[in-house]
């Protein structure tokens, strides 16, 4: 199913007071020197920010009696927490409740953070907000603590200032990493938490074992406050259940929605969105039984106090440890048609998600873990197994990948070279040269370092490649249209937009070039190609992809990736390469920022 892209059309003064708002946001954004100093010191200082959110919290006017009167469905983990959350929110819009929805990071706008009765809050009142919020919070900072909170913390802040004013019924809060220490974690009285798939992800931070990250992610539990999480790793779960004791309440694990016998088409597709959206069920369910317990009582549990009538009576006093003890496993609920609606009408872009722009069919998947570029790779290939047989010359592939961070490339991209790939696209997690928008500026990592990255992610690939021919991996590698990998280009660009106009003038450009390929040697320096007429008057590339040589160099000197002259390569008519009659086929993941730089430039696209 074709998502829609979200709309950003903003026009005049309205425009004007958003982007501004945006733009005095992105001046509290961390840059890349200081995150890495506060992961140096992380272990030292990570205490001291639940303290100091609290602060930020009081200084515009939230207490946590305030935060208890949202009713709050906490979630963390590791894979599937945006979906589990998306999940939570449409079936309890359709059971008739007004929701809240605080999410991260975004794709496309900034405002689809904050997501109030199932859609990106207006732009207008983002503005008013925001700037309410920013005044009180400035107007504080000499009687406070002298400081101004940081991008995710003030956009916590403001969440919950503005499910507030819109007195939403319930808001589901996404743990943006960790969980222990996270700024939502402010949140003392939530009714109902979660937990999803965990994995290895952000080990700079968390850790580098799933203990260390179970650990973290259990910090979300509260003295008497339901918990619910899905299948996990041994250890994992050890590490949970000891968590849920130690914080005064009991985990319990849901079953996956085979166990409900019936077929539900879920609107986020992918296999693994049985898990979240059993999980979510169950969160819901759970929520709104203690949503009208208080709505009878009329009154929030004192934070302080450890309410355990809400723990199963044969649960409460458990002294044993974790080890020791079965997790309890819940039932599948009776499933009603606002629950079956709110799972089969969830909309979460950028996750799953098939979008048709210029001919060309994008598969869009945030996917940055091991497991869930695993899960990614089993969905792409399931949904276009059955385009193979559909066009008479066959279907042309292309990747379009970025990692950042921590995260390995080698592991990370290993499971895609199955997918038998026809060209490797790759460049940094900017939608274009120049940000268009304020929503788009990102100033925790630099170019540099992302052009650097976009160099070790192109090579690893390559690795990838011939160590698959090597040791005979054909016989287990699925070929592209080529037939063989060697053939398979890999390129690396200098913005989302450049890759993407590449791969529609392949589809498009009718008696054009149909083939390119990245050779050492090919570089003409400050030249242009003499091209058949018959094909075009210029060439389909200006300077965009350059050779890991001039990209190494450039990087090195400062420059980053620029468009220019240089770079231009041959192009022959290589008869593998013709993909006018082809279907095209592209898979966008590796990153969440990634994803959304490409939605805004397919979004822009269709308004061509």
């Not at 935060?67 to 979630?75: E, K």
């Not at 003030?154 to 919950?160: I, K, Q, R």
């Not at 937009?497 to 003038?505: A, G, L, P, Q, V």
């Given at each position: 199913?074709?998502?829609?892209?979200?709309?950003?059309?903003?026009?005049?003064?309205?425009?004007?007071?958003?982007?501004?708002?945006?733009?005095?946001?992105?001046?509290?954004?961390?840059?890349?020197?200081?995150?890495?100093?506060?992961?140096?010191?992380?272990d030292?200082?990570?205490?001291?920010?639940?303290?100091r959110m609290?602060?930020?919290?009081?200084?515009?006017?939230i207490?946590?009696?305030d935060?208890?009167?949202?009713?709050?469905?906490?979630?963390s983990?590791?894979?599937?927490?945006?979906?589990?959350?998306?999940?939570?929110?449409?079936?309890?819009?359709?059971?008739?409740?007004?929701t809240?929805?605080?999410?991260?990071?975004?794709?496309?706008?900034?405002?689809e953070?904050?997501?109030?009765?199932?859609?990106?809050?207006?732009?207008?009142?983002?503005?008013?907000?925001?700037?309410?919020?920013?005044?009180?919070?400035?107007?504080?900072?000499?009687?406070?603590?002298?400081?101004?909170?940081?991008?995710?913390g003030?956009?916590?802040?403001?969440?919950?200032y503005?499910?507030?004013?819109?007195?939403?019924?319930?808001?589901?809060m996404?743990?943006?990493?960790?969980?222990?220490?996270?700024?939502?974690?402010?949140?003392?009285?939530?009714?109902?938490?979660?937990?999803?798939?965990?994995?290895?992800?952000?080990v700079?931070?968390?850790?580098?074992?799933?203990?260390?990250?179970?650990?973290?992610?259990?910090?979300?539990?509260?003295?008497?406050?339901?918990?619910?999480?899905?299948?996990?790793?041994?250890?994992?779960m050890?590490?949970?259940?000891e968590?849920?004791?130690?914080?005064?309440?009991?985990?319990?694990?849901c079953?996956?929605?085979?166990a409900?016998?019936?077929?539900?088409?879920?609107?986020?597709?992918?296999?693994?969105?049985?898990?979240?959206?059993a999980?979510?069920?169950?969160?819901?369910?759970?929520?709104?039984?203690?949503?009208?317990?208080?709505?009878?009582?009329n009154?929030?549990?004192?934070?302080?106090?450890?309410?355990?009538?809400?723990?199963?009576?044969?649960?409460?006093?458990?002294?044993?440890?974790?080890?020791?003890?079965?997790?309890?496993?819940?039932?599948?609920?009776?499933?009603?048609?606002?629950?079956?609606?709110?799972?089969?009408?969830?909309?979460?872009?950028g996750?799953?998600?098939?979008?048709?722009?210029?001919?060309v069919?994008f598969?869009?998947?945030?996917?940055?873990?091991?497991?869930?570029?695993?899960q990614?790779?089993?969905?792409?290939?399931?949904?276009?197994e059955?385009?193979?047989?559909n066009?008479?010359?066959?279907?042309?592939?292309?990747?379009?990948?970025?990692?950042?961070?921590?995260?390995?490339?080698?592991?990370l991209?290993?499971?895609?070279?199955?997918?038998?790939?026809?060209?490797?696209?790759?460049?940094?997690?900017?939608?274009?040269?120049?940000?268009?928008?304020?929503?788009?500026?990102?100033?925790?990592?630099?170019?540099?370092?992302?052009?650097?990255?976009?160099?070790?992610n192109?090579?690893?690939?390559?690795?990838?490649?011939?160590q698959?021919?090597?040791?005979?991996?054909?016989?287990?590698?699925?070929?592209?249209?080529?037939?063989n990998?060697?053939?398979?280009?890999?390129?690396?660009?200098?913005?989302?937009?450049?890759?993407?106009?590449?791969?529609?003038?392949?589809?498009?450009?009718?008696?054009?070039?149909?083939?390119?390929?990245?050779?050492?040697?090919?570089?003409?320096n400050?030249?242009?190609?003499?091209?058949?007429?018959?094909?075009?008057?210029?060439?389909?590339?200006?300077?965009?992809?350059?050779?890991?040589?001039?990209?190494?160099?450039?990087?090195?000197?400062?420059?980053?990736?620029?468009?220019?002259?240089e770079?231009?390569?041959?192009?022959s008519?290589?008869?593998s390469?013709?993909?006018?009659?082809r279907?095209?086929?592209?898979?966008i993941t590796?990153?969440?920022?990634?994803?959304?730089g490409?939605?805004?430039v397919?979004?822009?696209?269709?308004?061509?």
């Open positions: 199913m074709v998502r829609t892209l979200i709309s950003s059309a903003i026009k005049g003064a309205e425009c004007s007071k958003y982007e501004d708002a945006v733009k005095m946001l992105n001046t509290l954004q961390t840059n890349a020197q200081t995150i890495e100093k506060i992961r140096q010191e992380r030292k200082n990570a205490h001291l920010n639940i303290p609290l602060n930020y919290a009081s200084r515009v006017g207490q946590e009696s935060m208890s009167r949202l009713n709050v469905i906490h979630i983990g590791t894979k599937g927490k945006g979906s589990t959350c998306a999940y939570c929110e449409s079936i309890l819009r359709h059971h008739g409740y007004k809240g929805f605080y999410s991260s990071p975004h794709l496309v706008e900034v405002r953070r904050l997501n109030v009765g199932g859609q990106p809050i207006e732009s207008e009142k983002f503005a008013s907000y925001f700037w309410e919020v920013y005044h009180k919070l400035d107007s504080t900072k000499d009687a406070g603590d002298g400081t101004m909170p940081n991008y995710f003030f956009l916590t802040v403001m969440s919950l503005v499910f507030l004013q819109e007195k939403v019924d319930v808001a589901i996404e743990v943006g990493i960790g969980g222990e220490y996270d700024c939502t974690n402010m949140i003392r009285n939530p009714v109902v938490c979660g937990v999803t798939s965990l994995g290895l992800d952000h700079s931070i968390l850790g580098s074992t799933i203990d260390k990250i179970a650990w973290h992610k259990a910090g979300i539990f509260k003295p008497g406050v339901p918990a619910f999480t899905v299948p996990q790793p041994p250890e994992a050890r590490v949970l259940a968590r849920a004791l130690e914080k005064g309440t009991v985990l319990h694990q079953q996956d929605l085979g409900y016998n019936r077929i539900l088409k879920l609107g986020i597709k992918g296999s693994v969105q049985t898990l979240n959206a999980l979510a069920l169950q969160l819901c369910h759970t929520w709104m039984m203690k949503y009208k317990e208080r709505c009878i009582t009154e929030s549990r004192p934070q302080e106090q450890s309410d355990m009538s809400l723990v199963p009576e044969s649960t409460a006093s458990i002294t044993a440890s974790a080890s020791q003890m079965d997790i309890p496993t819940v039932s599948p609920i009776t499933l009603t048609q606002n629950d079956i609606k709110g799972l089969e009408e969830c909309v979460w872009l996750r799953n998600q098939v979008i048709n722009v210029s001919g069919c598969y869009l998947d945030g996917a940055h873990t091991v497991e869930s570029i695993q990614c790779v089993e969905w792409f290939k399931t949904e276009t059955a385009e193979k047989s066009y008479r010359d066959g279907v042309y592939r292309i990747l379009l990948y970025n990692c950042t961070g921590d995260r390995d490339s080698f592991t991209m290993k499971p895609l070279v199955s997918c038998g790939f026809d060209a490797a696209l790759f460049c940094p997690n900017l939608a274009y040269e120049i940000a268009l928008s304020a929503d788009q500026t990102n100033n925790t990592v630099t170019k540099e370092s992302q052009c650097k990255r976009c160099v070790t192109k090579e690893t690939f390559d690795d990838l490649l011939q698959q021919q090597n040791i005979g991996g054909s016989n287990n590698l699925e070929m592209g249209t080529t037939g990998k060697a053939e398979c280009q890999s390129l690396i660009f200098s913005s989302i937009s450049e890759c993407i106009n590449w791969i529609c003038k392949r589809k498009w450009e009718e008696n054009r070039v149909v083939s390119e390929k990245l050779r050492k040697g090919d570089l003409l400050n030249s242009k190609v003499s091209i058949n007429r018959d094909w075009t008057d210029e060439p389909v590339m200006n300077g965009t992809c350059i050779s890991d040589t001039k990209v190494t160099n450039k990087v090195e000197s400062g420059q980053g990736l620029q468009n220019s002259d770079g231009v390569y041959k192009y008519n290589h008869a390469g013709d993909a006018d009659r279907h095209v086929e592209v898979l590796g990153s969440l920022h990634l994803v959304g490409a939605l805004r397919l979004w822009d696209r269709q308004l061509e």
